[in-house]
């Protein structure tokens, strides 16, 4: 039972295109997340969301746009794509985005490169 | 904001080592702190999760410590293996802003 999914694996686009990566969770979580993994594997958070809303959008360009149609599914869509936008992105979720109690649990990630 | 830091970077030990991963925070107003495992090419697994009023958390070899005031967690892994191989991240939870170190590759030869 995969607790948080996210398709596809790998994704190997050409600068312009849009593209979209899918996460579900089957954890019953309220929050859920998207994080960007540099080639540094810098793990930075990009947004957060709560019960289908936008609560966090970390200084992200506006070529993402994240999409949740109910609390299990955080959608991915990046227009425009740049050669920068390579990275790993993960999808992530927890019970309700605080509290001590709040453990993330993640998804396999997902490899963009951009060529 | 948040910055959280990890020392060392990179650490290399003979099989059988105890060793100490340490993890440091800026703002004590942390909800908890939590850490993981990265394999190579893979997602991120939870290995312990501590609250913001507990101490430590013990999970088989693996220990984690928090003083808050200090802005401190050490994760101590005893009797190292092979397979404890990864990267260790540690992450600060916030208010839906949780903040990452960039981890500590740890390698352990047989």
């Known amino acids: 039972d995969t607790a948080v999914s996210q398709t596809p694996k790998y994704l190997v686009t050409q600068m312009g295109n849009d593209k979209s990566i899918k996460c579900e969770q089957n954890?019953?979580?309220?929050?859920m997340y998207w994080y960007k993994q540099d080639s540094k594997k810098f793990l930075k958070i990009m947004f957060s969301?709560?019960?289908?809303?936008?609560?966090i959008n970390e200084t992200v360009p506006n070529r993402f746009s994240p999409k949740s149609p109910d609390k299990a599914h955080l959608n991915l869509h990046i227009n425009s794509l740049e050669l920068g936008d390579s990275a790993v992105y993960f999808c992530?979720?927890?019970?309700?985005?605080?509290?001590?109690?709040?453990?993330?649990?993640f998804g396999p990630g997902t490899r963009l490169t951009v060529l | 904001k948040q910055e959280v830091t990890q020392i060392p970077a990179a650490l290399s030990v003979p099989e059988g080592e105890n060793l100490v991963l340490n993890c440091s925070f800026t703002?004590?107003?942390?909800?908890?702190l939590q850490w993981f495992r990265q394999d190579p090419g893979k997602g991120l697994t939870s290995l312990l999760l501590?609250?913001?009023?507990?101490r430590e958390q013990t999970s088989g070899r693996l220990n984690a410590s928090l003083d808050k005031s200090s802005g401190r967690s050490t994760l101590y892994i005893a009797a190292s293996q092979p397979g404890d191989s990864a990267t260790y991240l540690c992450?600060?939870?916030?208010?839906?802003?949780?903040?990452f170190g960039r981890g500590t590759s740890l390698i352990v030869h047989p």
């Open positions: 992530a979720s927890s019970s309700r985005g605080m509290g001590s109690d709040n453990e993330q649990f």
């Open positions: 954890l019953g979580h309220d929050t």
């Open positions: 969301y709560n019960n289908k809303e936008l609560i």
């Open positions: 703002d004590s107003a942390i909800y908890n």
């Open positions: 501590i609250q913001s009023s507990q």
């Open positions: 992450a600060v939870g916030g208010s839906y802003i949780p903040t």
